[in-house]
């Protein structure tokens, strides 16, 4: 008990958490990283930064591997933080330094003032200050900096000789895994194993599996390395084979996207012979349903994060009707350090191999994941029913993702048709709330004489045609859950002010009541008028708009996304296809009739073309004709004149007539549309003077 005691008072930061105040270091969102030390702390001072590889690439992504814009938005998150945590992935990284100071109460051990250290505690739960970062590693997912690092007691911290050499480099990538190597072993040794696979993009962590591997069978295993094709766009299979010497037997180059074209190219050179060991390095849709349908029966696949697919895997195993044994993601062990160093001395000799093959393409730093990054920004994404293949789309889920974890108010900001009510889904279907109703309320659509009792209820007998038993309002069916209000700009100034007093009280009274209703709403609006604009007009309170916007979305229109209306078009034309039992595609020119036009409807306006488009033409393709004429519709309806209705008794059609009232009618259009000589002008793509000298021939 007493044991107990003394670990559950350990020191571990509490008193560095500024924001939310009662969380561990670990969840809050920013940390104290002051240098003066308080109570049983140590500082260290910063020479190394091992980051978690997703963390890292994802920063890189984000950053489009430009060195300055890395450690640009390394230092926003320390900056904002006080902490090194990634927002996206909720993951981080650890550290090597040199220790420079420590509080008078703080139990050094046997270490000392000077000392190199290792700490495997990860940065995400320890305040961190980086003056400046000297230089970036890519390859290995590191950086070398200057600053320092706050340890608590609880800090796992390990002396090392040096923190610039090779074998410091290696160290500390191979630390990364924490106890995954080892707890595999451990897992793996002694076991019937002697064939084995991984699935991995990354050079250096498959060495140190595989080494693990041969370990753990005392050299007794075959191994093969899969690797996605696009991943690497300037390394062949000779440059691995020199790298891995014998230490992998074969290897395999496969699109993981295409799970069952890759499977059947392995098990084609495998002679169809299933691996009694599978492990998993990458988070890649497709890498799980290879892992399980390559297994054996009774053999393992292992996971090395919950984020490679492990929950993806388990279910699709269940489906096969495999039994195999899934072993997840390994925290830290004591014994990591140790089992980390003995791996890298025995890999040494591979891994310089692949110092020296990094060193060799100095001039081309980042092209290895090149070919991967391009097919992953121009692959066909869906989150939460919202498809999307462009990265301006993309950048904004990315940020949509992000709100979607902190419990406040929103605005999604728009114009009609761009998917607005997708947005507030993939934000409630990504909170804390999602389990918890989400209550869509279009406010222009309620009449203002009843929008208080809409809005809040009231009790039976009200007021006349009220309910007998009375009527909860959207507020009290929405507790503890989330509230969208779209086109919240149609609402009164009266009910916008009484809207503000639940927001800011979290009370209100239902129409007739006497007793305050206490409420735990999340409320996400939007509007296809800025809100801003509405609050300079004076139809918008001020202080509500500031009330509502702790996060604004702003959803960009189709004709800035045009990458996502190929795929939107055909996600459309799938679903009427099922829905009508008839399979219809689009011609390579109705995609480019598609592109074309710009969408004011939006995506609303697109899956209404599509839907039309699928009715009225009666084979299975689509072409470019069909698009054309039916989008442009419209304007024929305005500006063309029906020959047959008009002329079609007649024995003679004068063409100049004609075409003159035809001209007529096409200015008179363009000037209805622009409003303006010059705007219709670049409309029709004429000289201004001469539209004019049409204009006032046609005394328009």
């Known amino acids: 008990m007493d044991k107990m005691k003394k670990n559950t008072y350990k020191n571990f930061g509490l008193k560095r958490v500024l924001e939310p105040k009662d969380s561990l270091p670990v969840t809050s969102w920013k940390l104290d990283n002051g240098k003066e030390l308080k109570s049983k702390e140590l500082r260290v001072n910063l020479k190394r930064i091992m980051f978690e590889r997703e963390n890292f690439y994802q920063l890189c992504s984000t950053c489009e591997y430009d060195e300055n814009k890395i450690k640009e938005r390394i230092l926003k998150i320390v900056n904002e933080r006080g902490k090194l945590h990634n927002p996206y992935t909720e993951s981080s990284g650890m550290f090597m330094g040199t220790i420079d100071e420590a509080s008078e109460d703080y139990d050094m051990g046997e270490l000392k003032y000077g000392d190199n250290i290792v700490c495997m505690t990860p940065l995400a739960g320890l305040p961190i200050y980086i003056e400046s970062i000297d230089k970036i590693n890519i390859d290995y997912a590191q950086i070398t900096c200057t600053g320092y690092v706050i340890c608590f007691e609880t800090a796992i911290i390990f002396p090392i000789d040096d923190t610039d050499s090779s074998h410091s480099i290696h160290l500390a990538r191979a630390l990364e895994e924490e106890g995954n190597l080892y707890g595999m072993s451990k897992e793996l040794e002694g076991k019937n194993i002697s064939r084995a696979v991984i699935i991995g993009n990354h050079i250096a962590e498959t060495i140190f599996y595989a080494q693990m591997l041969k370990s753990a069978n005392k050299g007794n295993v075959s191994i093969s390395f899969v690797i996605d094709s696009a991943y690497f766009s300037g390394i062949t299979e000779k440059d691995l084979r020199i790298i891995f010497g014998d230490l992998i037997e074969n290897i395999y180059f496969v699109d993981l996207s295409k799970p069952i074209e890759a499977v059947e190219k392995i098990m084609e050179s495998e002679d169809s012979r299933l691996f009694d060991v599978v492990i998993n390095l990458e988070n890649i849709k497709g890498c799980e349903s290879v892992a399980s349908l390559v297994v054996r029966e009774g053999g393992w696949v292992c996971y090395t994060s919950l984020n490679s697919r492990y929950c993806h895997g388990l279910l699709i195993a269940d489906c096969l009707g495999k039994d195999a044994t899934h072993y997840g993601l390994d925290g830290y062990s004591r014994y990591a350090y140790d089992f980390a160093g003995k791996l890298v001395n025995e890999a040494e000799p591979i891994l310089r191999r692949l110092d020296r093959f990094y060193a060799s393409r100095k001039n081309e730093p980042y092209k290895i994941q090149t070919g991967f990054r391009e097919r992953t920004q121009t692959a066909v994404q869906q989150i939460d029913g919202f498809i999307y293949k462009s990265k301006t789309t993309a950048d904004m889920i990315e940020e949509v993702l992000n709100v979607a974890q902190y419990d406040c108010n929103v605005i999604i900001q728009g114009e009609t048709g761009v998917g607005k009510e997708k947005i507030c889904n993939m934000i409630h279907q990504n909170s804390q709330r999602r389990d918890k109703p989400c209550i869509k309320i279009n406010c222009a659509t309620i009449q203002e004489s009843l929008a208080e009792s809409e809005f809040f209820g009231y009790e039976k007998g009200s007021f006349t045609g009220a309910q007998a038993s009375g009527k909860a309002g959207y507020f009290e069916l929405a507790n503890n859950g989330t509230l969208f209000l779209d086109e919240i700009g149609s609402l009164s100034l009266v009910m916008q002010s009484k809207l503000l ?15 305050p209703k206490h409420v735990n709403v999340r409320v996400i609006c939007a509007n296809n008028i800025p809100l801003k604009k509405l609050v300079e007009e004076g139809m918008f309170r001020e202080d509500l708009y500031y009330r509502l916007n702790i996060c604004m979305i702003n959803v960009p229109p189709l004709r800035m996304r045009k990458d996502d209306i190929a795929c939107l078009a055909d996600a459309f034309l799938n679903n009427y296809s099922e829905k009508y039992g008839a399979k219809k595609k689009f011609t390579l020119d109705a995609y480019d009739e598609l592109l074309e036009y710009p969408w004011p409807g939006n995506v609303r306006e697109l899956e209404n073309t599509v839907h039309r488009l699928y009715i009225s033409e009666k084979g299975r393709e689509i072409d470019g004709y069909a698009v054309h004429m039916l989008i442009n519709q ?26 003159e009232e035809q001209e007529k009618k096409i200015i008179a259009y363009a000037l209805k549309k622009k409003k303006t000589t010059r705007k219709a002008a670049e409309f029709l793509g004429l000289p201004q003077t001469t539209l004019a000298r049409k204009k006032l021939k046609h005394n328009l």
């Not at 002329?647 to 063409?655: E, K």
């Open 634 to 659: 419209s304007v024929f309806d305005n500006v063309v004149m029906d020959i047959k209705k008009e002329y079609g008794s007649n024995d003679f059609m004068n063409f100049t007539e004609i075409m």
């Open 501 to 515: 007093r639940v927001l800011q009280e979290s009370t209100y009274y239902r129409v007739g009541g006497v007793q």
